[in-house]
């Protein structure tokens, strides 16, 4: 089993940062991708960013070069420093992870609980 818990959101002007965070636990044989997304009222879920193990990260358009995605792999946690915050990004953060829990397994999606994030004046 694996269990991830997220911290950090909450209520912010825009123009303020947030800093996210995601930590897994549990037992795998590897964690290959980390990410986060997120989903407004009334709307779909949709990937903010997301890193593999090693890899470069990858960022949803409205967010690049604000938000910054960064991973402690000796933690196994997964940060979203979240700068220049806009009404619009307003929703609930969920973390992601595809666990490979066996040698020869397919990876598994796991999620957060999900975070509130608040962007107003």
């Known amino acids: 089993q694996v269990q991830l818990v997220e911290s950090g959101g909450g209520l912010v002007e825009p123009g303020g940062s947030l800093r996210l965070s995601c930590a897994a636990s549990?037992?795998?044989?590897?964690?290959?991708?980390m990410g986060w997304y997120r989903q407004a009222p009334g709307k779909e879920r949709e990937l903010v960013a997301g890193?593999?193990?090693?890899?470069?990260?990858d960022y949803a358009e409205a967010v690049k070069g604000r938000f910054t995605i960064s991973r402690d792999y000796a933690k196994n946690t997964v940060y979203l420093q979240m700068n220049s915050l806009k009404p619009e990004d307003t929703a609930v953060y969920y973390c992601?992870?595809?666990?490979?829990?066996?040698?020869?397994?397919?990876?598994?999606?796991?999620w957060g609980q999900g975070t509130q994030v608040t962007v107003s004046s």
């Open positions: 549990g037992s795998w044989f590897g964690i290959g991708y």
């Open positions: 890193v593999l193990s090693g890899g470069i990260p």
């Open positions: 992601n992870t595809k666990v490979r829990r066996y040698r020869f397994t397919t990876p598994e999606d796991y």
